[in-house]
């Protein structure tokens, strides 16, 4: 039984002339001229580029984070250095570096998997189009429904393809603490640097 991989998006419940399948241009054109064509997607237009470092500086000098920090202190009766030890080691797990090279490498690798496990990929183009334009106005969170482990990757590769930012992934991000109460304690440390990634 072959498998197919469907991206639904907004198309809903459109016919099925509706979506392209990506991998047929795959199969018959090079893997490496893929990866290395013209990379050019629209970034967020309010949000000026910044380096790694940069962003953890934002993070950690924010009058929002410094509050909840020593919110946290007082309720574990931790110290406040303490606590802001664990946020700077979660803000590393965190923070990425998006390399071109890289994306180009995983985007080649991605192709040869992809037309061994695939029979087909199919996308909606228009809702494909939409998200361009949002990722261009809005910053934008995309939450897979998780029916399978392989749907980041997917994701990106179809970013990749459309000319569309690339998401940073936030899975699997584990916390070092193997002591319950201190798994506990540190919770609310997620809720507040969750939202201050730039995911485009």
């Known amino acids: 039984m072959t498998n197919t991989y469907r991206d639904v998006g907004v198309a809903g419940q459109q016919d099925e002339e509706d979506f392209v399948d990506i991998l047929e241009e795959r199969r018959l ?109 809005n910053p934008v969170i995309l939450m897979p429904n998780h029916r399978s482990y392989i749907d980041f990757l997917v994701i990106s590769y179809i970013m990749f393809s459309y000319d569309i930012p690339v998401p940073v992934i936030a899975a699997g991000i584990r916390n070092s603490c193997r002591d319950e109460d201190c798994r506990r304690d540190t919770t609310p440390l997620w809720g507040v640097l969750y939202p201050t990634r730039h995911w485009f």
């Open 29 to 137: 054109s090079s893997d490496l001229g893929f990866a290395l064509r013209t990379f050019s997607p629209q970034l967020h237009k309010g949000s000026p580029p910044c380096s790694s470092a940069e962003l953890h500086r934002a993070v950690l000098e924010s009058q929002y984070l410094r509050y909840v920090t020593k919110e946290v202190a007082m309720e574990t009766g931790s110290r406040e250095q303490d606590v802001r030890e664990e946020v700077c080691g979660i803000l590393g797990e965190m923070s990425q570096n998006l390399q071109l090279r890289f994306i180009r490498l995983m985007a080649y690798m991605m192709t040869k998997v992809f037309k061994m496990v695939f029979s087909a990929i199919f996308v909606n183009v228009e809702g494909l189009n939409m998200l361009q334009q949002a990722t261009q106005e």
